[in-house]
């Protein structure tokens, strides 16, 4: 029979084992890592953007489209995958759908509904108009456009069937990833 051991690691050389696997250890402190940069990035644009005059969430939002593949991956590759390891992607969604779940739970702990009984009609139907019209406005649009649009992707699909195709640009899978 076969024994197996569970490996320990001793990370200060001192005869003590750590209990807890390396492999775990390590994703903990790339996602520690990761937590620092974006909350450092998010707090630092938010300041620079409030005092431009500017929402902080937007700044925090533009630090998020930075530390993106977009930019901070295509300009600095290397320490963006060091520092974005998609080893840990897992824990981060969780991590950000327990995040999404506390800030409903305080959003609804901090609603006051008493503005319901006054002010829902108009809450209600402005949602409701911020559905119906863009289907409604698509709908009408397309209802006019369907003659036109479909003669000119008939003829634009037959002019690229009859030639060879051309290479569509698909070397650059930086762009929106």
Known sequence: MVEVKQRTVDPHGDGMNSPVNAQVEHALLIVIIQLIAIVAAARVFGVIFRYLGQPQVCGEIAAGLILGPSLFGRFFPNLFHQVFQPSVGLVFSILSQIGLILLMFLVGLEFDFSHLRT????????????????????VTVAQVLHRYV????????????????????????????
């Open 119 to 138: 002010h829902g009609h108009v809450a209600f139907s402005i949602s409701l108009a911020g559905i119906i019209l863009p289907f409604g406005l698509g």
């Open 150 to 177: 479909g003669q000119d992707i008939n003829k634009l699909g037959f002019s690229c069937l009859s030639r060879p195709p051309c290479p569509l640009r698909r070397s650059q899978p930086w762009l929106g990833s």
